[in-house]
Nanobody, 115 residues
């Protein structure tokens, strides 16, 4: 049974940093790419970043490029999102996602960037 648990969100001032984690279980984590999405009320989920199964290839949305870094630890079945130079427009619920289970979403973690 697939399970994704996001953590690490919170309230941070503009310019600050947060590191999100996503612990995965119920599937072979090392065999699949992983994504980070975010969503604000009234808007569709936005793809923020993707990391390949081995971690050697990453992509980012233009809005976060140069500020966010995705990584993974396959031994721990965990994917991370390091977010630096945060802006108010980064405020959202952040979700990790595996394309192996297209309709599964975890509970997400709230990130609020505000002074």
């Amino acid at each position: 049974q697939v399970h994704l648990v996001e953590s690490g969100g919170g309230l941070v001032q503009p310019g600050g940093s947060l590191r999100l984690s996503c612990a995965a279980s119920g599937f072979t984590f090392s065999s699949t790419s992983m994504n980070w999405y975010r969503q604000t009320p009234g808007k569709e989920r936005e793809l923020v970043s993707t990391i390949s199964s081995g971690g050697g290839s990453t992509t980012y949305a233009n809005s976060v490029k140069g500020r966010f870094t995705v990584s993974r630890d396959n031994a721990k079945s965990t994917v991370y999102l390091q977010m630096n130079s945060l802006k108010p427009e980064d405020t959202a619920v952040y979700y990790c996602y595996t394309p192996l289970f297209r309709f599964y979403w975890g509970q997400g973690t709230q990130v609020t960037v505000s002074s």
